[in-house]
């Protein structure tokens, strides 16, 4: 991204997010039928939005229920504004769930950075803070299930099946798509739309399972993951880095902590890189222990450890797959379309993947609500449009959270351990992400999509 747009886009930002323009009309009947492939939180707001727009809309979900995997996810101020856009249901679901730090003094940071491998001094648990990042929004984590249960009820039952597990699809000869799911079922609509993740088996159909970028590749990250209660967390590193967000840094590994469960509970996740293969790329997730994880960090200071101590004795190490080394050339075919994760699946160290699943959901809802786009026929522009105005960010995302992630454990390239560059890179590629005018991009979207129906 060139330095202008960065300074188009702060300055955006200071002047306010614009409002969608089309979300107060009444929208014409739409002659078309759209199916969602994929009910995590990507599809799900993608979901909410369309149907609350009076947009034909079903979610075909693999489980037998909606749920996530994963607990904490924390949102940037640009994913607020794109839960605004899509339905206020949304974003009022967040509010409901939403933790932030506990102290007053912290209610902007987003985090505070500290030297993983620092002891506090002796006789306290406190521990020097190196530098803190801050947004308008500050830390605003949640916990992925209880979030995903509270936009569930802004979801009818009727347009949702479960149990579809979709093994492929095929554009028909009428123009409709025919989804074929691994119970023998089928189903048909005439545009559908992959938000199934990482392992997307839409975005196998749109490039060719033969593609390099059909598949996530592994990079080298693992991470342990715990959620403790908060009482144990205080007596074990204190109140100040138990109540709020903390991430920290050090050699070939970080951790980071923050509160969910309205500060009743901390979740911990222990980052490590490693020069060895993932032994099995079907499965994100291997058995692990307590011990394992103390081991990958023993040369860590004494506050590291005493967390690592709180985590359960059985452990799951989660890779760390993406789209960085192979991207996806284009989000969309025909009428199959790519959103979220499938489109462009990230590893978690900017804390933005899931807020930029939500944008890509803003505007594929603002384009096929918008008046222009009645037949089926519009809607190979709508995506068209959609992967002209979202690759480019998604994208940057994902080579910039690897870029980040490898900032907190000391091996970026010319920035190494010092905690000043990492602060400045940090706080400029936040920018990036934060300083987005998600209403402005809808717009600017379906004025793109108005020439290409012309």
């Known amino acids: 991204m060139s330095g202008g747009n960065r300074l188009s886009l702060i300055r955006d930002h200071l002047q306010g997010p614009t409002q969608p323009s089309n979300t107060v ?13 994929g009910g995590g939180i990507a599809g799900l707001t993608l979901a909410i939005a369309l149907y609350h727009r009076q ?21 940037t101020p640009n994913a607020v504004q794109a839960m605004k856009v899509c339905h206020r249901g949304i974003y009022e679901a967040f509010e409901r769930v939403c933790t932030r730090n506990v102290w007053p003094s912290k209610q902007k940071v987003w985090f505070d950075y500290l030297d993983g491998l620092r002891d506090p001094p002796p006789g306290s648990k406190a521990q020097e803070i190196a530098f803190s990042i801050t947004s308008s929004l500050g830390q605003s984590g949640v916990h992925r299930a209880r979030y995903l249960d509270e936009m569930v009820k802004l979801v009818p039952q009727d347009i949702a099946r479960f149990g579809k597990k979709m093994k492929s699809l095929t554009e028909d000869s009428d123009g409709r798509v025919r989804m074929e799911f691994e119970d023998g079922t089928t189903a048909s609509a005439d545009a559908v739309i992959g938000c199934d993740g990482i392992k997307s088996i839409v975005r196998q159909a749109i490039v060719g399972r033969e593609h390099p970028s059909a598949y996530p590749v592994y990079t080298h990250k693992y ?10 967390a205080v007596d074990a590193v204190g109140e100040e880095l138990a109540q709020n967000a903390c991430m920290h840094m050090g050699p070939n590994g970080h951790v980071l902590t923050f509160p969910v469960n309205h500060g009743q509970t901390l979740n911990i996740v222990a980052f490590r890189t490693s020069s060895e293969d993932w032994p099995d790329s079907n499965r994100l997730t291997k058995a692990a ?27 799951d190490v989660w890779a760390i797959f993406d789209l960085g080394e192979h991207p996806v050339p284009t989000f969309y075919k025909g009428r199959i379309c790519l959103s979220g994760d499938a489109a462009h699946a990230t590893s978690p160290h900017h804390g933005a993947g899931a807020g930029l699943c939500i944008e890509d959901s803003a505007v594929l809802a603002e384009l096929l609500a918008d008046e222009c786009v009645i ?27 690897r870029h980040i992630g490898d900032c907190y454990e000391w091996r970026a390239q010319g920035i190494g351990r010092d905690f000043a560059k990492i602060e400045a890179d940090i706080n ?7 300083n987005f005018d998600v209403g402005k991009m809808c717009n600017q979207a379906r004025e793109e999509l108005k020439k290409r129906l012309k």
């Open 25 to 37: 009309k009444m929208q014409k009947q739409k002659n078309f039928e759209i199916a969602i492939v």
């Open 55 to 75: 947009v034909p809309v079903t979610i075909y979900e693999q489980a037998p229920q909606f749920g996530e995997i994963g607990a904490g996810v924390s949102f």
């Open 223 to 232: 991470a342990y993951r715990g959620l403790v209660p908060m009482t144990q």
């Open 289 to 315: 222990k307590r011990e394992d994880a103390l081991l990958d960090f023993r040369e860590y200071g004494s506050n590291v450890l005493n967390l690592l101590k709180l985590t359960n004795p059985d452990l």
């Open 375 to 401: 037949e089926p026929q519009d809607l190979e522009a709508v995506f068209e449009t959609f992967n002209a105005e979202r690759k480019e960010r998604g994208q940057w995302l994902v080579q910039s959270s």
């Open 428 to 434: 400029t590629r936040n920018g990036i992400i934060a």
